[in-house]
């Protein structure tokens, strides 16, 4: 029987850590606001996305380019079954992207080429095929990319593969800038009224972000930083990539919402950037400040959350209890490392905390586990599982850190209490942030 | 030289069009895939997603199940997701290009669930590499298989409507539109294909007198009808006063003498050197149709998908890649089609957008234009 989300969900007192639903068929829930592969590749300035996949395949990728307004950088090249059984695989590609790049009109600075699972499993020859596109493109760079969802258990994500892959034409220089840094991996351009960033500039710091590049040339200026950042965890790859590759320092400062992490995570900053670590007093109460606002003007008006609305979901879901706030549920399947001390701790001191499924089959039909009530969404799934036009729009933690983050969720979740928002219209836009036809 | 494109998109795969003629039906349909096959289905392909209540997941395959050919997990997730329903009318599986690589075999995971569930099964033979067309196709031919019945008495008068998805027809009204002139005509509804229709009225299709073929993807259909129950099929879509009004005496014809016809290829002469109309075939002939009816303006058909699917009059043409449409279109006096061809039609010409859900997808939904019957005067734009 179709049962509501309730009957589906578990108190996270009686919840299996990191996957707390068994796999089973998937439902797609219609909140379109996380990035794909083909948001996070436009981040490149000057670069082009060749896709050669199957027509099911492309299909996504070219409608995220088209509602982006971005056919002008997406190409493809369909294979089909005889790919596969006449050693054709390679050439395919090769000449493929060869006849791609003669055809566009302005040669691009650097080529994204994307396989997928079909040709990994097939053993393609990814090596050779750039070795051959390299020396007929000599002033291009390629970069190798994948869209393999079959192997999403088994290693980098598609998405951790292609946040790595960002940073992949960068080159080692002749000497690194010992006051230049880069943050990387993030979606969105960071909010820069967040403490850390006049701390560091103030001390002569420049710190560099991929969605503040314009052009290939600056993108290059990331390669002079002698330190790298990462935010969200699905980063944390390509900063380990790159501290292997190019010998930057990498430190994955996680964006969290407790006092103590952030706070640690500035101290290991200054520790790496050999700064002292300055008097965070007034953020931090202005932090607590919003939350005791909120918390005041929502009063108990029951709070959900859904594990897209920030990287550490766990983490704001404490925040956000510790203030007094009521949340009463969070969306996810699943949790990924990092939120194992949340986790134990909810899991002691909110163990009533509900934690439903949002790819389960019987998320097909939401209504049936709506209350009447007034609620309060953080997420756009959480907005569309129970259907509350009040929600706060927040997609993967958007570019808010630190204590001054938290304070503009609260700010968000405030304004989201007061004024209701169109709930199809806005979570149908596809990548958040992004431009689109729509 | 593959299919490929510098800036143009492709059409939605077979496993969108069985996703998409199965939706409003009350069955479970499964895709046998890792992921993105139903993101993107339900984005960019079904504008009911949403609202709608249709039950389409995919299978979440891993590498290691298609490693080690670990088809009971599928069984498995199948089996309990029915249990979890509890509702499904039916359960359609089908594949997508993993499942292709280590070869599946729909046919026994059908029995095999059909068994555990005692619910009908309907194997696809999807691989994510062919188009929608292929995808309707097949699916509309396996569920008229399972579900239409023989004891039906025929009913004068009586018109399936076959081929009608979102993906053709998008959700601004057209079918409702088709459904409406039928009316108007003199006929009644008996089911369509399928939107709009329950599954029990589908079962039901054999007491038609004639089918209206709308889509391509129903050609098969129609075929099929026409095989067992000996319903004729006529081919064509109301486009336009003059078109509509041929159509509907080719319906009547149909029902008099049992034979089947394309009036969309049969009452226009067609003009290799005329606008190009690019889309669907039935569609578009249509819509050509319309134009030399109403505006003396013979057209030429251009067919971007595959030939097998698709009809063919005197001088249209199949322009498989973005090569072939590029070169057409350059020798073209006028292009219509869907805006996201614009990019390929040489500054200067004329060009009239017409959006196609299965090749723009949602992009361009606001725009969607209902040509059927006398709106097609007010509707299209001057040439």
Redesign the interface.
């Given at each position: 029987m179709k049962r509501g989300f309730d009957a589906l969900s578990l108190p996270i007192g009686r919840a299996e850590f990191p996957q707390v639903f068994p796999a089973g068929l998937e439902f797609s829930p219609p909140a379109r606001g996380m990035w794909n592969i083909v948001h996070t590749s436009m981040l490149l300035p000057e670069s082009h996305q060749i896709y050669v996949c199957a027509r099911g395949c492309l299909r996504g990728v070219i409608l995220t380019a088209a509602e982006m307004n971005a056919m002008d950088r997406m190409s493809w090249v369909s294979v089909d079954e005889s790919d596969f059984f006449d050693s054709s695989m390679e050439s395919c590609v090769i000449d493929g992207v060869t006849e791609i790049l003669h055809k566009l009109p302005r040669r691009p600075r650097a080529v994204w080429v994307y396989l997928s699972c079909i040709q990994l499993f097939a053993g393609v020859d990814f090596s050779q095929i750039l070795r051959e596109l390299r020396s007929r493109f000599p002033g291009v760079v390629f970069i190798d990319a994948l869209m393999h969802p079959t192997m999403r258990k088994s290693g980098l994500t598609p998405d951790q593969f292609t946040r790595r892959q960002l940073f992949a034409a960068l080159e080692a220089p002749a000497k690194f800038d010992r006051y230049s840094v880069n943050l990387l991996g993030s979606d969105f351009p960071a909010d820069r009224e967040c403490e850390l960033f006049p701390w560091v500039e103030h001390a002569g710091f420049t710190c560099r972000e991929i969605t503040r590049c314009r052009t290939f040339d600056e993108y290059l200026e990331m390669g002079r930083s002698f330190l790298n950042f990462t935010w969200i965890p699905q980063a944390a790859a390509a900063g380990d990539a790159l501290q292997s590759r190019l010998g930057q320092k990498h430190l994955h400062l996680p964006m969290c919402y407790g006092e103590e992490e952030i706070e640690g995570n500035y101290r290991t900053l200054a520790g790496a950037l050999d700064l002292a670590f300055p008097d965070f007093s007034a953020e931090k109460e202005d932090a607590r400040a919003a939350l005791a606002e909120l918390r005041r003007e929502i009063g108990e008006t029951p709070v959900v959350l859904d594990y897209t609305a920030a990287p550490r979901i766990l983490s704001l879901a404490r925040r956000l209890l510790e203030a007094g706030i009521r949340v009463e549920r969070i969306f996810a399947d699943s949790f990924i490392p990092g939120d194992r001390a949340d986790f134990e701790f909810l899991r002691e001191r909110f163990p009533e905390l509900r934690i439903t499924p949002t790819l389960h089959v019987s998320m097909r039909f939401p209504e049936e586990g709506r209350g009447s009530g007034k609620c309060l969404a953080v997420g756009q799934k959480a907005a569309f599982f129970t259907g509350t036009p009040h929600f706060a729009d927040l997609v993967w933690g958007r570019g808010f850190y630190g204590f001054d983050g938290v304070r503009k969720i609260a700010g968000l979740l405030a304004d989201a209490f007061r004024a209701p928002k169109e709930l199809p219209q806005t979570i149908r836009h596809k990548g958040w942030g992004c431009e689109s036809c729509l | 030289?593959?299919?490929?494109?510098?800036?143009?998109?492709?059409?939605?795969?077979?496993?969108?069009g069985v996703c998409s003629a199965l939706y409003e039906l009350g069955g479970?349909t499964?895709v046998h895939d890792?992921?993105?096959?139903?993101?993107?289905?339900?984005?960019?392909?079904e504008p009911r997603?949403?609202e709608g209540?249709g039950?389409v997941?995919?299978?979440?395959?891993?590498?290691?199940e298609?490693i080690m050919g670990d088809d009971d997990?599928f069984v498995t997730?199948?089996v309990?997701?029915a249990e979890?329903?509890?509702?499904c009318r039916f359960i359609a599986i089908c594949g997508?290009?993993?499942p292709?690589?280590?070869g599946t075999d729909f046919d026994a995971l059908a029995k095999i669930i059909a068994e555990r569930t005692s619910l009908p099964v309907i194997p696809l033979h999807t691989?994510?590499?062919?188009?929608y067309l292929a995808g309707m196709a097949e699916s509309f031919t396996a569920l008229a298989e399972r579900f239409c019945r023989e004891d039906v008495q025929k009913c004068p008068g009586t018109v399936n409507v076959l081929g009608a998805t979102p993906l053709d027809f998008s959700v601004n009204g057209q079918v409702e539109s088709i459904c409406s002139w039928l009316r108007e005509e003199g006929f009644r509804v008996r089911s369509c294909w399928a939107m709009g229709s329950s599954l029990d009225e589908l079962s039901l299709a054999a007491g038609a007198e004639v089918d209206l073929v709308i889509s391509s993807g129903a050609l098969a259909l129609g075929a099929y009808f026409e095989r067992r129950f000996g319903i004729p099929f006529v081919a064509g879509v109301p486009v336009g006063e003059k078109f509509a009004a041929f159509l509907a005496e080719a319906l009547r014809e149909a029902a008099r003498s049992g034979r089947s016809s394309r009036p969309c290829l049969d009452c226009r002469r067609g003009d290799p050197a005329g606008p190009g109309v690019i889309g669907e075939t039935v569609m578009s002939a249509s819509i050509a149709c319309a134009l030399e009816l109403e505006r003396a303006l013979p057209c030429r058909v251009l067919d971007p998908l595959e030939p097998e699917f698709g009809l063919r009059g005197p001088g249209d043409l199949s322009v498989p890649d973005e090569a072939a449409v590029a070169s057409v279109f350059a020798g073209a006096p006028a292009v219509i089609g869907d805006p996201?061809y614009r990019?390929v039609v040489p500054a200067g010409t004329p060009f009239i957008a017409l959006p196609h859900e299965a090749f723009?997808?949602?992009?361009?939904r606001k725009g969607m234009k209902n040509l059927i019957g006398r709106n097609f005067a007010k509707e299209f734009p001057s040439c």
């Amino acid at each position: 029987m179709k049962r509501g989300f309730d009957a589906l969900s578990l108190p996270i007192g009686r919840a299996e850590f990191p996957q707390v639903f068994p796999a089973g068929l998937e439902f797609s829930p219609p909140a379109r606001g996380m990035w794909n592969i083909v948001h996070t590749s436009m981040l490149l300035p000057e670069s082009h996305q060749i896709y050669v996949c199957a027509r099911g395949c492309l299909r996504g990728v070219i409608l995220t380019a088209a509602e982006m307004n971005a056919m002008d950088r997406m190409s493809w090249v369909s294979v089909d079954e005889s790919d596969f059984f006449d050693s054709s695989m390679e050439s395919c590609v090769i000449d493929g992207v060869t006849e791609i790049l003669h055809k566009l009109p302005r040669r691009p600075r650097a080529v994204w080429v994307y396989l997928s699972c079909i040709q990994l499993f097939a053993g393609v020859d990814f090596s050779q095929i750039l070795r051959e596109l390299r020396s007929r493109f000599p002033g291009v760079v390629f970069i190798d990319a994948l869209m393999h969802p079959t192997m999403r258990k088994s290693g980098l994500t598609p998405d951790q593969f292609t946040r790595r892959q960002l940073f992949a034409a960068l080159e080692a220089p002749a000497k690194f800038d010992r006051y230049s840094v880069n943050l990387l991996g993030s979606d969105f351009p960071a909010d820069r009224e967040c403490e850390l960033f006049p701390w560091v500039e103030h001390a002569g710091f420049t710190c560099r972000e991929i969605t503040r590049c314009r052009t290939f040339d600056e993108y290059l200026e990331m390669g002079r930083s002698f330190l790298n950042f990462t935010w969200i965890p699905q980063a944390a790859a390509a900063g380990d990539a790159l501290q292997s590759r190019l010998g930057q320092k990498h430190l994955h400062l996680p964006m969290c919402y407790g006092e103590e992490e952030i706070e640690g995570n500035y101290r290991t900053l200054a520790g790496a950037l050999d700064l002292a670590f300055p008097d965070f007093s007034a953020e931090k109460e202005d932090a607590r400040a919003a939350l005791a606002e909120l918390r005041r003007e929502i009063g108990e008006t029951p709070v959900v959350l859904d594990y897209t609305a920030a990287p550490r979901i766990l983490s704001l879901a404490r925040r956000l209890l510790e203030a007094g706030i009521r949340v009463e549920r969070i969306f996810a399947d699943s949790f990924i490392p990092g939120d194992r001390a949340d986790f134990e701790f909810l899991r002691e001191r909110f163990p009533e905390l509900r934690i439903t499924p949002t790819l389960h089959v019987s998320m097909r039909f939401p209504e049936e586990g709506r209350g009447s009530g007034k609620c309060l969404a953080v997420g756009q799934k959480a907005a569309f599982f129970t259907g509350t036009p009040h929600f706060a729009d927040l997609v993967w933690g958007r570019g808010f850190y630190g204590f001054d983050g938290v304070r503009k969720i609260a700010g968000l979740l405030a304004d989201a209490f007061r004024a209701p928002k169109e709930l199809p219209q806005t979570i149908r836009h596809k990548g958040w942030g992004c431009e689109s036809c729509l | 030289m593959k299919a490929l494109s510098t800036v143009i998109s492709i059409h939605s795969s077979d496993t969108a069009g069985v996703c998409s003629a199965l939706y409003e039906l009350g069955g479970m349909t499964v895709v046998h895939d890792a992921s993105g096959c139903n993101s993107t289905y339900a984005t960019h392909d079904e504008p009911r997603w949403y609202e709608g209540n249709g039950m389409v997941y995919i299978s979440a395959l891993t590498e290691a199940e298609a490693i080690m050919g670990d088809d009971d997990a599928f069984v498995t997730r199948v089996v309990r997701a029915a249990e979890d329903l509890g509702t499904c009318r039916f359960i359609a599986i089908c594949g997508s290009p993993m499942p292709m690589m280590v070869g599946t075999d729909f046919d026994a995971l059908a029995k095999i669930i059909a068994e555990r569930t005692s619910l009908p099964v309907i194997p696809l033979h999807t691989n994510g590499m062919r188009s929608y067309l292929a995808g309707m196709a097949e699916s509309f031919t396996a569920l008229a298989e399972r579900f239409c019945r023989e004891d039906v008495q025929k009913c004068p008068g009586t018109v399936n409507v076959l081929g009608a998805t979102p993906l053709d027809f998008s959700v601004n009204g057209q079918v409702e539109s088709i459904c409406s002139w039928l009316r108007e005509e003199g006929f009644r509804v008996r089911s369509c294909w399928a939107m709009g229709s329950s599954l029990d009225e589908l079962s039901l299709a054999a007491g038609a007198e004639v089918d209206l073929v709308i889509s391509s993807g129903a050609l098969a259909l129609g075929a099929y009808f026409e095989r067992r129950f000996g319903i004729p099929f006529v081919a064509g879509v109301p486009v336009g006063e003059k078109f509509a009004a041929f159509l509907a005496e080719a319906l009547r014809e149909a029902a008099r003498s049992g034979r089947s016809s394309r009036p969309c290829l049969d009452c226009r002469r067609g003009d290799p050197a005329g606008p190009g109309v690019i889309g669907e075939t039935v569609m578009s002939a249509s819509i050509a149709c319309a134009l030399e009816l109403e505006r003396a303006l013979p057209c030429r058909v251009l067919d971007p998908l595959e030939p097998e699917f698709g009809l063919r009059g005197p001088g249209d043409l199949s322009v498989p890649d973005e090569a072939a449409v590029a070169s057409v279109f350059a020798g073209a006096p006028a292009v219509i089609g869907d805006p996201l061809y614009r990019p390929v039609v040489p500054a200067g010409t004329p060009f009239i957008a017409l959006p196609h859900e299965a090749f723009s997808g949602r992009c361009f939904r606001k725009g969607m234009k209902n040509l059927i019957g006398r709106n097609f005067a007010k509707e299209f734009p001057s040439c």
